[in-house]
């Protein structure tokens, strides 16, 4: 970011410049990337102290859904297709569990970028509502699945730049155990990648 940055101020002299705009949107996106990590380190810190507190409402699952994929819907890049019961409620903590379904959805786009569809669904099991995010790209090899929600685990993989902390599963995984649900991954290699997590009805 502070290199863009100073490339804008070398350019402030030359409004017209045709690399302006290009420098104004990669320093956008660090912006970005600076803000995420700050979330994340104030979230385990949250996290490390027990100190993450919930705010309990009840909502709608199909709106939080609506509302944080709507920006992912408009760029036309993805295509999000919302399946199951759309009449579900839950007692939750709202912003934190839009952090989780965030976090899938963006990890969906981002270790499968070809994956033109992505199916989030809603469903009803015993007294949970399950929520799951699939997507159609790489899938993860088995040996790694059980570490995903670990902190700072990430799979390495030849030719993907390294962007993450692997910090946004583990702070998933433990908002969704502080609501007293449970989170998990099914995925084969070549076959794609579901994330869930579960969460009280009441
Ligand atoms: P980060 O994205 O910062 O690395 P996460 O905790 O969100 O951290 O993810 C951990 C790792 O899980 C990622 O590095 C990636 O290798 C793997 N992963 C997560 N979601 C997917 C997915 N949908 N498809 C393939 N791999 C995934």
Known sequence: MKGYLQLIKELKHKPTSPLLPKVIDQANKSMEK???????????????????????SRFLMADLIKDCCEHIASSGTHQIVVEGDT????????????QVVI??????IKY????YRIIIRIEKTDKMVKISVQDFGPGIAKNHLTQLFDRYYRVDAIGRPNSGLGLGLYISAEIVKLHGG????????GHGSTFWFTLPLN
């Open 34 to 56: 600076v803000n995420s990590l700050v979330n994340h380190l104030l979230n385990i810190s949250r996290i490390t102290e027990g100190k993450m507190k919930l705010n309990l």
């Open 87 to 98: 009449t579900l409620n839950v007692y939750a903590d709202r912003d934190r569990v839009e």
């Open 103 to 108: 976090n899938f959805v963006n990890n969906a």
């Open 112 to 115: 499968a970028p070809d994956s």
């Open 182 to 189: 449970e989170i998990g991954v099914i995925s084969e290699p």
